[in-house]
């Protein structure tokens, strides 16, 4: 069965350094989208991405994130300059249709 | 403000014991409503998509269902394997985002 793979499973980073978050989306979709769930919260929309560019971003993603499609396969969330408060579970997700997502099993970020 | 809320937040259930999970919405608009299940450390599992009232959809012991402001996952005669924490999120025309509950966390005690 098809699914979303992400890597690194765990990252720990010191603060003020930079970030890449990668996912390899499932292969026939076309929108591939970020989110992020902070210990014990709710999950939160980040960015979503289609067509080669950004369709939709939350307040929380500012000019800290980015993110690129470097390939017809990559998927890649970068944080520039992290902060402690970056630290959570980044979950990358894709649909074929701006429906239903399907979520990979999302990479564990600390930030010391 | 929460647009989606979900409740009750915790659950404890004897194995068999049948019981519902609620998830409702505040803002019109809706484009459709999703049930996720999520183990933890895990990243959400898709279960159902539901888009108009009166819709429901099954899958082994669950069962959701909609109305115009809220949803229900139905769980039936739950095994330990349900345990888990089941998410609510829902999309609005004119947005790719999903807006999740926070929430239900489910425990099937044998």
């Known amino acids: 069965e098809p699914e979303v793979t992400q890597t690194p499973s765990h990252q720990v980073t010191q603060m003020g350094q930079e970030v890449i978050l990668r996912c390899v989306p499932i292969?026939?979709?076309?929108?591939f989208y970020w989110y992020r769930q902070i210990l014990g919260q709710k999950v939160e929309f980040l960015v979503s991405?289609?067509?080669?560019?950004?369709?939709?971003k939350s307040e929380i993603f500012d000019d800290q994130f980015s993110v690129e499609r470097p390939d017809g396969s990559n998927f890649t969330l970068k944080i520039r300059s992290t902060k402690l408060e970056d630290s959570a579970m980044y979950f990358c997700a894709s649909a074929r249709d701006n429906t239903e997502a399907f979520f990979g099993q999302g990479t564990r970020l600390t930030v010391v | 403000e929460d647009q989606v809320t979900q409740s009750p937040e915790a659950l404890r259930l004897q194995e068999g014991e049948s019981s519902s999970l609620n998830c409702s919405y505040t803002v019109s608009g809706l484009r459709g409503l999703f049930w996720y299940r999520q183990d933890p450390g895990k990243g959400p599992e898709f279960l159902f998509t539901?888009?108009?009232a009166g819709e429901e959809k099954e899958k082994e012991r669950l069962k959701a269902t909609l109305t115009k402001k809220e949803s229900f996952l139905h769980i039936t005669a739950p095994k330990p394997e349900d345990s888990a924490t089941y998410l609510c999120?829902?999309?609005?025309?004119?947005?790719?985002?999903?807006?999740f509950g926070k929430g239900n966390q489910v425990v099937v005690i044998p």
């Open positions: 991405f289609y067509n080669n560019e950004i369709s939709e």
């Open positions: 539901l888009y108009s």
């Open positions: 999120a829902v999309q609005f025309y004119g947005n790719n985002r999903l807006a």
């Open positions: 292969s026939n979709h076309l929108y």
